[in-house]
């Protein structure tokens, strides 16, 4: 199992790396760094947040419900988010 931490990928990866390429010297990752660490938590919890967006509008889509005021209000809420991930990958290394 010492090949597998040092490899930085999950156990599953290791495994179907090995059984995939008939080998099981596995090149280890470069570690992330704490920025990028950070980065890929944001783009994360930002996917969770354009998930509920879109539940959001399609409910109200369905329902009949969907006004104006509200499709504009999502698109700003969009329009957001994607200003604030512009603003920070410059500094992903």
Known sequence: MSKVGASGLTPSEFFRQCVL?????????????????????????TGNNINQL????????????????????????LEMITQLLKAHLHRVD
């Open 21 to 45: 390429t008939n080998r099981t010297q596995i090149v280890q990752r470069p570690r992330a760094t704490p920025e990028r660490q950070r980065i890929v938590y944001v783009i994360n919890k």
């Open 54 to 77: 879109a539940h959001v509008a399609n409910s109200a889509r369905v329902s009949g419900r969907l006004s104006e005021s509200t499709f504009v209000a999502l698109v700003d809420e």
